[in-house]
Protein backbone atom coordinates (compact mmCIF):
# COMPACT_ATOMS: atom_id res chain seq x y z
CA UNK A 1 0.00 0.00 0.00
CA UNK A 2 1.91 3.12 0.90
CA UNK A 3 5.51 3.50 1.76
CA UNK A 4 6.96 2.66 4.86
CA UNK A 5 7.15 5.19 7.57
CA UNK A 6 9.86 5.93 9.87
CA UNK A 7 8.53 5.18 13.36
CA UNK A 8 10.13 4.71 16.49
CA UNK A 9 8.55 2.26 17.93
CA UNK A 10 8.48 0.93 22.10
CA UNK A 11 10.03 -1.85 22.73
CA UNK A 12 6.63 -3.65 23.31
CA UNK A 13 4.30 -2.32 20.80
CA UNK A 14 0.49 -3.28 20.73
CA UNK A 15 -2.64 -2.99 18.89
CA UNK A 16 -3.93 -0.64 20.64
CA UNK A 17 -1.02 1.65 20.19
CA UNK A 18 -1.07 1.25 16.65
CA UNK A 19 -4.96 1.75 16.71
CA UNK A 20 -4.11 5.20 18.83
CA UNK A 21 -1.79 6.02 16.31
CA UNK A 22 -4.18 5.32 12.86
CA UNK A 23 -6.78 7.13 14.86
CA UNK A 24 -4.92 10.23 15.53
CA UNK A 25 -3.76 10.46 12.38
CA UNK A 26 -5.87 12.44 9.88
CA UNK A 27 -3.92 11.99 6.75
CA UNK A 28 -5.11 9.06 5.29
CA UNK A 29 -1.88 8.05 2.99
CA UNK A 30 -0.11 8.71 6.73
CA UNK A 31 -2.36 6.22 8.34
CA UNK A 32 -1.44 3.72 5.91
CA UNK A 33 2.16 4.39 6.37
CA UNK A 34 1.74 3.91 10.01
CA UNK A 35 -0.17 0.41 9.55
CA UNK A 36 2.41 -0.98 7.32
CA UNK A 37 5.03 -0.03 9.46
CA UNK A 38 3.18 -1.89 12.21
CA UNK A 39 3.34 -4.91 9.89
CA UNK A 40 7.12 -4.69 9.32
CA UNK A 41 7.18 -5.16 13.37
CA UNK A 42 6.18 -8.56 12.73
CA UNK A 43 9.00 -10.17 12.61
CA UNK A 44 9.47 -8.86 16.95
CA UNK A 45 6.51 -10.38 17.28
CA UNK A 46 3.75 -7.69 16.97
CA UNK A 47 0.39 -8.67 14.73
CA UNK A 48 -2.45 -6.57 13.84
CA UNK A 49 -5.90 -7.40 15.24
CA UNK A 50 -9.37 -7.35 14.26
CA UNK A 51 -9.88 -3.90 15.47
CA UNK A 52 -6.43 -2.44 13.49
CA UNK A 53 -7.64 -4.24 10.52
CA UNK A 54 -11.23 -2.91 10.83
CA UNK A 55 -10.27 0.56 11.75
CA UNK A 56 -8.28 0.82 8.34
CA UNK A 57 -10.73 -0.67 6.02
CA UNK A 58 -13.17 1.71 7.78
CA UNK A 59 -10.77 4.20 6.44
CA UNK A 60 -10.34 3.26 3.20
CA UNK A 61 -14.00 2.71 2.46
CA UNK A 62 -14.58 6.44 3.80
CA UNK A 63 -12.41 7.42 1.51
CA UNK A 64 -13.58 5.33 -1.29
CA UNK A 65 -10.52 3.01 -1.70
CA UNK A 66 -12.58 0.33 -2.15
CA UNK A 67 -10.36 -1.85 -3.78
CA UNK A 68 -7.19 -1.27 -1.33
CA UNK A 69 -10.24 -2.33 1.29
CA UNK A 70 -10.59 -5.68 -0.03
CA UNK A 71 -7.14 -6.07 -0.27
CA UNK A 72 -7.21 -5.63 3.21
CA UNK A 73 -9.46 -8.49 3.71
CA UNK A 74 -7.33 -10.67 1.35
CA UNK A 75 -4.43 -9.91 4.19
CA UNK A 76 -6.83 -10.98 6.79
CA UNK A 77 -7.97 -13.96 5.17
CA UNK A 78 -4.18 -14.64 4.40
CA UNK A 79 -3.10 -13.87 8.20
CA UNK A 80 -5.97 -16.71 9.50
CA UNK A 81 -8.66 -13.92 11.13
CA UNK A 82 -11.92 -14.61 10.85
CA UNK A 83 -13.59 -12.28 8.59
CA UNK A 84 -17.30 -11.60 9.91
CA UNK A 85 -19.81 -10.45 8.56
CA UNK A 86 -20.15 -6.74 9.95
CA UNK A 87 -17.05 -6.13 7.59
CA UNK A 88 -18.62 -7.15 4.16
CA UNK A 89 -22.11 -5.28 5.61
CA UNK A 90 -19.44 -2.31 5.74
CA UNK A 91 -18.33 -2.62 2.25
CA UNK A 92 -21.85 -3.12 0.70
CA UNK A 93 -23.11 0.06 2.40
CA UNK A 94 -20.13 2.02 0.47
CA UNK A 95 -20.38 0.76 -2.55
CA UNK A 96 -24.11 2.08 -2.16
CA UNK A 97 -23.34 5.15 -1.09
CA UNK A 98 -21.61 5.64 -4.49
CA UNK A 99 -24.25 3.92 -6.46
CA UNK A 100 -22.45 0.73 -7.36
CA UNK A 101 -24.94 -1.57 -6.91
CA UNK A 102 -23.41 -4.20 -9.29
CA UNK A 103 -20.43 -3.95 -6.96
CA UNK A 104 -22.28 -4.71 -4.06
CA UNK A 105 -23.37 -8.08 -5.38
CA UNK A 106 -20.04 -9.14 -6.43
CA UNK A 107 -18.43 -8.57 -3.24
CA UNK A 108 -21.40 -10.75 -1.92
CA UNK A 109 -21.03 -13.33 -4.30
CA UNK A 110 -17.30 -13.51 -2.57
CA UNK A 111 -18.17 -14.21 0.82
CA UNK A 112 -18.61 -17.28 1.23
CA UNK A 113 -14.82 -17.41 0.04
CA UNK A 114 -13.93 -16.04 2.95
CA UNK A 115 -15.79 -18.70 4.90
CA UNK A 116 -18.23 -16.01 6.00
CA UNK A 117 -22.10 -17.10 5.80
CA UNK A 118 -24.01 -14.62 4.98
CA UNK A 119 -26.81 -13.96 7.64
CA UNK A 120 -30.36 -12.63 6.68
CA UNK A 121 -29.15 -8.90 7.46
CA UNK A 122 -26.80 -9.61 4.98
CA UNK A 123 -29.50 -10.68 2.17
CA UNK A 124 -31.63 -8.02 3.50
CA UNK A 125 -29.01 -5.37 3.50
CA UNK A 126 -28.30 -6.41 -0.29
CA UNK A 127 -31.91 -6.75 -1.40
CA UNK A 128 -32.46 -2.70 0.28
CA UNK A 129 -29.58 -1.89 -1.87
CA UNK A 130 -30.76 -2.86 -5.32
CA UNK A 131 -34.42 -1.30 -4.36
CA UNK A 132 -32.55 1.78 -3.35
CA UNK A 133 -30.72 1.55 -6.85
CA UNK A 134 -33.55 1.27 -8.46
CA UNK A 135 -32.34 -2.53 -9.69
CA UNK A 136 -35.75 -3.69 -9.37
CA UNK A 137 -35.64 -6.87 -11.62
CA UNK A 138 -32.19 -7.61 -10.07
CA UNK A 139 -33.59 -7.15 -6.88
CA UNK A 140 -37.01 -9.28 -7.36
CA UNK A 141 -34.63 -11.78 -8.70
CA UNK A 142 -32.78 -11.79 -5.48
CA UNK A 143 -35.23 -11.95 -3.27
CA UNK A 144 -36.57 -14.98 -5.47
CA UNK A 145 -33.11 -16.41 -4.69
CA UNK A 146 -33.56 -15.46 -0.95
CA UNK A 147 -36.93 -17.67 -0.43
CA UNK A 148 -35.23 -20.73 -2.59
CA UNK A 149 -32.60 -20.52 0.00
CA UNK A 150 -34.74 -20.64 3.00
CA UNK A 151 -34.21 -17.22 4.18
CA UNK A 152 -37.13 -16.11 6.12
CA UNK A 153 -39.45 -13.61 5.50
CA UNK A 154 -39.25 -10.86 8.35
CA UNK A 155 -40.71 -7.41 8.67
CA UNK A 156 -37.88 -5.89 7.43
CA UNK A 157 -37.55 -7.67 4.15
CA UNK A 158 -41.16 -7.69 3.51
CA UNK A 159 -41.07 -3.89 4.06
CA UNK A 160 -38.12 -3.65 1.22
CA UNK A 161 -40.12 -5.64 -0.81
CA UNK A 162 -43.32 -3.25 -0.25
CA UNK A 163 -40.73 -0.30 -1.10
CA UNK A 164 -40.15 -1.62 -4.52
CA UNK A 165 -43.96 -1.45 -5.27
CA UNK A 166 -44.64 1.40 -3.78
CA UNK A 167 -42.00 2.75 -6.46
CA UNK A 168 -44.95 2.68 -9.56
CA UNK A 169 -48.79 3.54 -9.60
CA UNK A 170 -49.16 0.65 -11.20
CA UNK A 171 -47.85 -1.56 -8.33
CA UNK A 172 -49.28 0.05 -5.19
CA UNK A 173 -52.17 -2.01 -5.07
CA UNK A 174 -49.98 -4.91 -4.75
CA UNK A 175 -47.79 -2.81 -2.11
CA UNK A 176 -51.05 -2.66 0.10
CA UNK A 177 -52.21 -6.47 -0.36
CA UNK A 178 -48.89 -7.15 0.98
CA UNK A 179 -49.27 -4.23 3.60
CA UNK A 180 -52.67 -5.98 4.67
CA UNK A 181 -51.68 -9.75 4.54
CA UNK A 182 -48.73 -9.20 6.78
CA UNK A 183 -50.96 -9.23 9.99
CA UNK A 184 -52.61 -12.41 8.89
CA UNK A 185 -49.12 -14.14 8.89
CA UNK A 186 -47.72 -12.90 11.67
CA UNK A 187 -45.68 -9.83 10.81
CA UNK A 188 -46.77 -6.55 12.70
CA UNK A 189 -46.35 -3.63 10.17
CA UNK A 190 -44.40 -0.82 11.83
CA UNK A 191 -43.04 2.49 11.12
CA UNK A 192 -41.25 2.15 8.53
CA UNK A 193 -43.68 0.00 6.67
CA UNK A 194 -46.41 2.93 6.94
CA UNK A 195 -44.08 5.56 5.92
CA UNK A 196 -42.96 3.77 2.75
CA UNK A 197 -46.61 3.41 1.96
CA UNK A 198 -47.32 6.76 2.72
CA UNK A 199 -44.20 8.24 1.03
CA UNK A 200 -45.02 6.40 -2.51
CA UNK A 201 -48.92 7.14 -2.33
CA UNK A 202 -47.26 10.78 -1.75
CA UNK A 203 -44.94 10.43 -4.76
CA UNK A 204 -47.65 9.19 -7.09
CA UNK A 205 -50.23 11.86 -6.43
CA UNK A 206 -52.43 9.89 -4.25
CA UNK A 207 -52.72 12.35 -1.68
CA UNK A 208 -56.50 11.14 -0.17
CA UNK A 209 -55.14 7.83 0.55
CA UNK A 210 -51.89 9.25 2.19
CA UNK A 211 -53.55 11.01 4.73
CA UNK A 212 -56.16 7.82 5.48
CA UNK A 213 -52.63 6.07 6.35
CA UNK A 214 -51.37 8.80 8.25
CA UNK A 215 -54.16 8.80 10.25
CA UNK A 216 -54.07 5.11 10.60
CA UNK A 217 -50.44 5.52 11.61
CA UNK A 218 -50.47 8.03 14.26
CA UNK A 219 -53.76 5.81 15.50
CA UNK A 220 -51.47 2.94 16.16
CA UNK A 221 -48.79 5.29 17.89
CA UNK A 222 -46.06 4.96 14.83
CA UNK A 223 -43.92 7.62 14.36
CA UNK A 224 -44.77 9.92 11.56
CA UNK A 225 -42.57 11.71 8.92
CA UNK A 226 -42.59 13.80 5.42
CA UNK A 227 -42.55 12.46 2.40
CA UNK A 228 -41.70 13.89 -1.49
CA UNK A 229 -43.20 13.31 -4.78
CA UNK A 230 -41.45 11.70 -7.30
CA UNK A 231 -42.04 8.92 -9.71
CA UNK A 232 -40.30 5.59 -11.32
CA UNK A 233 -41.75 2.93 -13.18
CA UNK A 234 -41.73 -0.52 -12.95
CA UNK A 235 -43.46 -3.58 -13.49
CA UNK A 236 -44.12 -6.34 -10.86
CA UNK A 237 -42.82 -9.70 -10.26
CA UNK A 238 -44.83 -12.83 -9.13
CA UNK A 239 -43.21 -14.37 -5.79
CA UNK A 240 -44.00 -15.74 -3.13
CA UNK A 241 -43.75 -13.42 -0.28
CA UNK A 242 -44.52 -15.53 2.71
CA UNK A 243 -43.75 -19.11 2.13
Given at each position: M????M???????????????I????D???????F??????????????????????????????????????D??????????????L????????????N??????R???????E???K??V???????????????????R??R?????????????F????????G???????I????????????S?????????????????????L?????????F???????????R????????
Amino acid sequence: MGTKSMIKWPKQITAPLVEQLIRAEKDLEKAICIFDAATAEYTNGFRHDHTTFGLMITRLLSANKFMLAEDMIDRMKHEKFKITEDIFLSIYRAYARVHKPNDVIRVFRKTKDYECEPSAKSYVTVFSILVDESQLKMAFKFYRYMRQIGIPASVPSLNVFIKALCKSNGTMDAAFRIFHEMPKRGYTPDSYTYGTLINGLCRVGRIREAKELLIEMEANDCFTYCCNLFVVDTRPLPIELFG
